[in-house]
């Protein structure tokens, strides 16, 4: 059984820093892309970066690049999201994804393109 947990959430002031983790068990992580998406109230979920099965690639919506980097240790079954100068409008639940498919590139931007998903963990951003 596939399970993905999250941590690192928080309540952070703008322009602050916070670093979510996303355990992965029950699979080879090694093989397979990862992705995090959020969702603020009353809006729908919205992919923020994925990383490639071998991490040659990143990929990031255009409102967190420059400021958030992805990453992966596959000795620890983890991928990383560091934020940096945290904004208001970053404020969400933040839920970490995976495919079905092996070897995947991470150029998937859509929630249904995911079959496996944590349980997300809370960033607040004050102003």
């Known amino acids: 059984q596939v399970q993905l947990v999250e941590s690192g959430g928080g309540l952070v002031q703008a322009g602050g820093s916070l670093r979510l983790s996303c355990a992965v068990s029950?699979?080879?992580?090694?093989?397979?892309?990862m992705a995090w998406f959020r969702q603020a109230p009353g809006k729908e979920r919205e992919f923020v970066a994925a990383?490639?099965?071998?991490?040659?690639?990143?990929y990031y919506a255009d409102s967190v690049k420059g400021r958030f980097t992805i990453s992966r240790d596959n000795a620890k079954n983890t991928v990383l999201l560091q934020m940096n100068s945290l904004k208001p409008e970053d404020t969400a639940v933040y839920s970490c994804a995976a495919p079905a498919a092996r070897y995947g590139s991470g150029s998937s931007f859509s929630p249904y393109e995911y079959r496996y998903w944590g349980q997300g963990t809370q960033v607040t951003v004050s102003s």
């Open positions: 990383i490639s099965w071998n991490a040659d690639s990143t």
């Open positions: 029950g699979r080879t992580f090694s093989s397979y892309a």
